[in-house]
C-alpha cells in the first residue's frame, strides 16, 4: 500500500516519540531501587586549606617569643577546628610584603606588628575593626585608646615598649618620687655612686618630663608641636641639669655598663634594657622598676609603643572573621601569660598583673605601672623622624651648641614642616 506524504510525515513522528518514550522508561526502570549518589567530597587538603589561618610576626624564629606564640596558637587552633602557620617576616620587609601580599589575596589573616602602622593600614582598607565584646575592659583606657579609629578598634594591644625607672634597690633604698629629689640629691647615695645615668638626648626616654608639662612632640591631627613652649624649655634646661650631672657623652651603652657595675644606682630604661642588663650581670633580684619621678609637680608621661594584634581583610574573604577575632582575642589575653613569662616582655593584658607570678613580678609589673600614665605614640611612621629631629636639638643645647630657646624653636619649625609634608 502506497503512503501519502502526508501519512509519511506522521509515521516518522510516531516513531521519533515511540523511541523517546522507551528511552525514558528505561532510564526510569535503571534508576528505580538506587541510591542517589552523593556529591564528591572535596580532598581533606582542600578542605584544610580552606580552614587555614596565617599568622604574621616579626619576632625572630626560634626565639622564645616565636616558641611562645606557637604554643599558644598551636592549643587554642583545636578549639576552633582550625590550621594554623605563624610565619617570621623581618621587620624592614614587613609593611612591603604586607600590602603587596594581601594585593594579590595571599599573606595574613592575623598579624602581629607596630601599632604606629594603624591609620595606613585602616585608611587603605586592610584592616577589619574587632568586635571586642567581652575582652575590652581588660584592657587600660590609655592603651585601648591607642588602637582605635574612628570609633572603632582595629587592634589588641599585644605587647608594650615604655621606659621607666630602673633601680638598684642595693644602692638606692627606695625610688624617688620626685625628680627634685635627685637633682638636690636627698636619696642618699654613697659617695663615688651616679644616682642617675641615662643617655639624656634620647627623646624617647626623655619624653615623660616634656610630655608631663604639656610639651607634645607631635600631634599627627594638626602637625602642630608645642616642645617650643615655655614648658618645652624648663624641660631642656632640666635635662642639661641631669646631663651635667653625670659623666660626659653618655649614650645606652655606658649608662647599661655604669649601671651593671653598681656605680650608678638608676636609670632610664625600657623592657630592651633588662635584657641588655641580663648580659652583664649575674643576679637581678636586686633590681626594681618604678614610674618615672615627677617634675614640678606634674607626673611623668613618657611615650609608649605597643605591639598589637591585626585582623587582615583576607580573613573576612576566606570566612574566617570570626575564627581569626577568637584567635586575636586569645592571644592579647590570656594567651600573652605564656608569652611574658617564655620571652620577659611586658604585655598589656591587665588581668595579668591582678593576681599570679606577674603581679609579684618588680620588673615586668613595673614597666606595666609606668605604662598605666603613659601616652601611646602617635599612630604615624612620622614619630621616628620626629624623634630624630628632638634627639638632634635636645644633642645640640646639651653640649651648649645652641641656647635652649633657640634650638628649640629650630627643633619646632622642623617638625610642623615634617607634619606639612
Known amino acids: 500500500m502506497k503512503l501519502t506524504l502526508r501519512e509519511k510525515v506522521m509515521l516518522v513522528v510516531i516513531i521519533v516519540l515511540a523511541l523517546a518514550l522507551a528511552t525514558s522508561l ?128 582595629y587592634a589588641l594591644p599585644l605587647k608594650i615598649e615604655v621606659p621607666a625607672l630602673i633601680v638598684n634597690t642595693e644602692l638606692v633604698e627606695t625610688p624617688p618620687k620626685t625628680l627634685e629629689d635627685i637633682l638636690e640629691n636627698r636619696l642618699g647615695v654613697k659617695k663615688g655612686v651616679y644616682p642617675l645615668v641615662y643617655p639624656v638626648d634620647n627623646a624617647f626616654l626623655s619624653s615623660g618630663w616634656f610630655y608631663g608639662l604639656g610639651a607634645y612632640y607631635y600631634d599627627p591631627n594638626t602637625g602642630n608641636t608645642k616642645i617650643d613652649s615655655v614648658e618645652g624649655e624648663k624641660v631642656l634646661q632640666l635635662l642639661i641639669d641631669l646631663a651635667n650631672a653625670m659623666p660626659k657623652d653618655v649614650n645606652a651603652r655606658t649608662a647599661i655598663k655604669l649601671f651593671a657595675e653598681g656605680k650608678a644606682g638608676m636609670t632610664l630604661g625600657s623592657p630592651w634594657t633588662i635584657n641588655m642588663l641580663k648580659n652583664c650581670m649575674k643576679d637581678l633580684s636586686a633590681i626594681e622598676v618604678a614610674p618615672i619621678p615627677s617634675y614640678l609637680g606634674e607626673k611623668a608621661r613618657p611615650l609608649m609603643c605597643l605591639e598589637v594584634v591585626y585582623i587582615s581583610t583576607l580573613a573576612k574573604k576566606k570566612g574566617l572573621a570570626e575564627e581569626a577575632t577568637e584567635i586575636a582575642k586569645h592571644m592579647a589575653t590570656k594567651g600573652s601569660l605564656s608569652i611574658a613569662d617564655k620571652a620577659r616582655v611586658v604585655i598589656a593584658w591587665r588581668k595579668a598583673y591582678e593576681e599570679g607570678p606577674l603581679a609579684q613580678d618588680k620588673i615586668l609589673s613595673g614597666f606595666y605601672e609606668q605604662a598605666l600614665s603613659a601616652v601611646p605614640a602617635p599612630p604615624t611612621e612620622k614619630i621616628s623622624e620626629v624623634l630624630c629631629i628632638v634627639n638632634n636639638y635636645i644633642r645640640l643645647a646639651i653640649n651648649g651648641q645652641v641656647p635652649v630657646k633657640e634650638a628649640l624653636d629650630k627643633c619646632a619649625d622642623e617638625i610642623r614642616a615634617l607634619g606639612a609634608s
Open 26 to 153: 528505561f532510564y526510569i526502570a535503571n534508576l528505580i531501587g538506587k541510591e542517589e549518589p552523593k556529591p564528591a567530597q572535596q580532598p581533606q587538603s582542600i578542605q584544610a586549606m580552606r580552614r587555614r589561618i596565617v599568622i604574621w610576626t616579626c619576632w625572630e624564629e626560634g626565639g622564645d617569643a616565636w616558641s611562645a606564640l606557637q604554643d599558644v596558637t598551636g592549643s587554642y587552633a583545636k578549639e576552633l577546628d582550625v590550621n594554623i602557620t605563624i610565619e617570621y617576616v623581618p621587620l624592614d620587609e614587613y609593611k612591603y610584603r604586607l600590602f603587596k601580599s594581601v594585593q594579590h589575596g595571599e599573606g595574613p589573616d592575623v598579624f602581629i606588628a607596630p601599632h604606629e602602622w594603624l591609620l595606613e593600614l585602616a585608611k587603605s582598607g586592610l584592616l577589619i575593626p574587632i568586635n571586642v565584646t567581652g575582652v575590652e575592659e581588660e584592657f587600660p583606657a590609655n592603651i585601648l585608646e591607642a588602637v582605635r579609629w574612628e570609633g572603632e578598634i
